[in-house]
């Protein structure tokens, strides 16, 4: 038996404590007998039976307790990705910002055994009344720094710090929290954009920021997710450690791109499809054994799109639609998906207008699997998970930083901080002022 069909059964024996056979073949749309011969091992439930058991256990606290090894705190929360990676790990959330309420919804459905309240709006947290932690998460919105108040300061030679360069924006609340908390570790998540913005300004605000300021021992990487899920989605990870580590970017073990493709994220019509409590019929018509028709593009729609792209291609700009069959990679979900699913339709066949992914198969674009809970309107799902981060990415590198977080002692350090990227071209091409710091704050 390999391990998932071990954890299948592991849930099963779970649920048979809190439901009657009769009771759960109801609710896994199964029958009495099916139910038995798992229950007996004389057959095996379907991997994906678990997710559906999960779902079942949730009313009963989490089945997957483990012992808390290190506490941290999520920032810019969305629908918490980050937070699910660290948690995986071992790891405690002790205090969440996010100040939409439709992501607090959803996120609030999604770790419903939390000790700490959902807070608002970060500015307005004051960083002395954050829960000490040993790591900082933060996937915060990208936003150019002023740089008219530096170059005053500059010619009239007067020295200036964050404060003075990054007021305002969302990454001085990060900086300021770091400042006061001072927490082991820290990773912030952005757009691979960040590197260029405001002709690579802002990056490098950025990095000061946190080397030269702060003291931290940064590491930078653009990860590709496709590595984990069907989707060609590039983010920047910036990771950083109080304390010189032996932390490298080569400890990161990444699946060959390609490993999955669409075909494993869509609602199966081979009448495999799980039964989800939560989803009932809405995204997949369990009776007719299909996606619910309201997904299909509308022939004006689909007429519109194509019309657009013939347009713009003659032109010689744009990209069109992005139509995907069984083994195709998706584009970037987008937050901007619920207006016409442009980027990633799928292709039904000769005939038939294709549709967009429902709420569900975008769930598990971002590598969430089926027991994540969708609570919010379609247009609510498509703008969070076109924000949020691709799970399994962050759960790679949250694996790395554990043991770097947890160890009493801190490795001296053996590698330069800044590290290629998977095409082997060093993020930074000239060798940053920072780097003679961060030698001489080791040494
Ligand atoms: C790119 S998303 C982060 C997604 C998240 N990492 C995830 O995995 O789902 C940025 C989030 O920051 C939130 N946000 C923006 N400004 C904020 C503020 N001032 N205080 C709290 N949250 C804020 C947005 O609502 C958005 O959900």
């Known amino acids: ?3 998932r069909q071990e954890l299948v059964h592991q849930y099963l024996d779970e649920a048979l404590k809190y439901y009657s056979k009769a009771e759960l073949a109801n609710r896994l749309g199964s029958d009495q007998g099916t139910i038995r011969r798992w229950a007996a091992r004389e057959t095996e439930p379907k991997p994906y039976v678990v997710d559906s058991l999960k779902q079942l256990l949730l009313p009963f606290g989490p089945q997957e307790k483990r012992e808390t090894e290190f506490r941290f705190i999520d920032l810019f929360a969305g629908i918490g990705g980050i937070r699910k990676a660290f948690e995986r790990v071992g790891g405690e959330c002790v205090f969440t910002s996010e100040w939409d309420t439709y992501a607090q ?18 500015t307005q947290v004051n960083a002395f009344d954050i829960p000490d932690h040993d790591v900082l998460l933060a996937g915060f919105p990208c936003q150019p ?36 908390k001072r927490p082991r570790a820290f990773l912030l998540e952005n757009v691979k954009n960040l590197m260029s913005h405001d002709k690579g300004r802002t990056f490098d605000v950025i990095r000061r920021t946190l080397s030269e300021e702060l003291g931290y021992h940064i590491h930078c990487k653009i990860i590709d997710a496709q590595h984990f899920v069907p989707q060609h989605r590039e983010r920047i990870v910036i990771v950083g450690f109080r304390e010189p580590t032996d932390f490298n970017w080569d400890l990161l073990a990444l699946p060959p791109k390609g490993n999955t493709t669409i075909k494993d994220i869509l609602h199966k019509t081979d009448g495999t499809e799980p039964w989800n409590e939560h989803d009932g019929n809405k995204y997949f018509d369990h009776e007719t054994g299909q996606v619910n028709p309201k997904y299909t593009l509308t022939p004006k729609l689909w007429q519109y799109l194509q019309n657009y792209a013939v347009k713009h291609r003659e032109k010689g700009n744009g990209f069109g639609f992005g139509l995907v069959g069984p083994n195709s990679i998706a584009r970037t979900l987008s937050a901007r998906y619920y207006k016409d699913g442009s980027e990633v339709l799928v292709d039904q066949g000769v005939g038939k207008n294709p549709r967009r992914l429902t709420p569900r198969e975008c769930a598990r674009l971002m590598g969430l699997d089926d ?21 399994p990415v962050f759960h790679a590198v949250a694996e790395i930083m554990k043991p770097r977080i947890v160890a009493e002692q801190f490795e001296p350090v053996i590698k330069d901080m800044w590290e290629s990227n998977g095409s082997g071209v060093d993020l930074l091409e000239s060798p940053s002022p920072y780097q003679t710091h961060r030698k001489e704050s080791v040494s």
């Open 371 to 391: 027991s994540f809970v969708i609570p919010v309107s379609d247009t609510r799902a498509y703008k969070q998970f076109g924000n949020s981060v691709v799970m």
């Open 1 to 3: 038996m390999n391990t």
């Open 105 to 122: 919804k959803t996120y609030a459905a999604n770790f419903r055994h939390d000790s700490h309240a959902l807070n608002g709006d970060i």
């Open 145 to 180: 720094f002023s740089i008219a108040g530096v170059s005053k300061k500059n010619a009239l030679g007067r020295a200036h710090g964050f404060e003075d360069e990054t007021q305002g924006t969302l990454f001085f609340d990060v900086a300021r929290i770091l400042q006061v």
